[in-house]
């Protein structure tokens, strides 16, 4: 038998000796693995994050299609230009034969210039309606197809529009879109996947805070 009080005598193993063959590891040492542990499946899931964006505020897309609106400035006669390009390599397949702009006020809206050959573009938003929407159409062009250009001159406005909204492609699975836009030069917008690793910067400073705190 034990001698009286031995029971309440004994000490806790010492971290890192072996007990029935399993090693017994400090609080610290469990506590920063698991923070390592948490970095580790952070970076794995900002690394695997993915966007169908332009990076910048005057550019939208959906599907592979890119849409950017830049003002062109005015046209010299009391209009303003607006160069719209829509970047079709690598999309996703489909057709466009139409889309619908938006310039809010508006009295008129004409094609200035174009690489796609198209030249009809009447008041509407061509499947639906919608206020102060232009419809564009013409020939289909698949998609893919490189980069398609057009330039608009608006009139009737008394500044050089800077929103816009484009309607197109709906019944076309991923490559539909119906958003606003800004025009103009537009702000750099970063990549939810660098969003994600900015946030776990964050997290990793926290965190080596922490690790300083257990080592200390």
């Not at 991923?174 to 103009?184: D, N, R």
């Not at 690793?197 to 200390?216: N, Q």
Request: a negative charge; hydrophobic letters at 40%.
């Amino acid at each position: 038998m034990f001698p009286s009080g031995s029971m309440m005598a004994a000490k806790a193993p010492t971290p890192g000796t072996e007990v029935f063959g399993k090693a017994i590891f400090a609080p610290r040492f469990v506590a920063c693995s698991r923070v390592a542990s948490m970095f580790a499946v952070a970076f794995c899931f900002a690394g695997a994050a993915k966007a169908d964006t332009c990076g910048s505020t005057n550019c939208v897309s959906a599907g592979g299609v890119t849409w950017t609106f830049t003002s062109g400035g005015s046209d010299g006669s009391g209009g303003y230009l607006v160069d719209l390009s829509i970047g079709t390599t690598g999309a996703h397949s489909g057709s466009l034969s139409e889309f619908g702009v938006q310039f809010t006020g508006a009295s008129k809206v004409t094609i200035s210039n174009t690489n796609t050959g198209w030249s009809s573009i009447v008041s509407g938003n061509c499947v639906s309606s919608k206020a102060n929407f232009w419809c564009v159409s013409g020939s289909p062009i698949n998609v893919p197809d490189g980069t398609e250009t057009f330039v608009f001159d608006v009139t009737g406005l008394n500044g050089p529009p800077t929103l816009s909204d484009v309607h197109a492609l709906q019944d076309q699975g991923p490559l539909a879109i119906s958003t606003g836009v800004e025009i103009g030069p537009g702000a750099s917008v970063p990549e939810p996947s660098s969003g994600m690793l900015g946030l776990w910067g964050v997290i990793a400073l926290a965190g080596l805070s922490l690790f300083r705190k257990f080592v200390a």
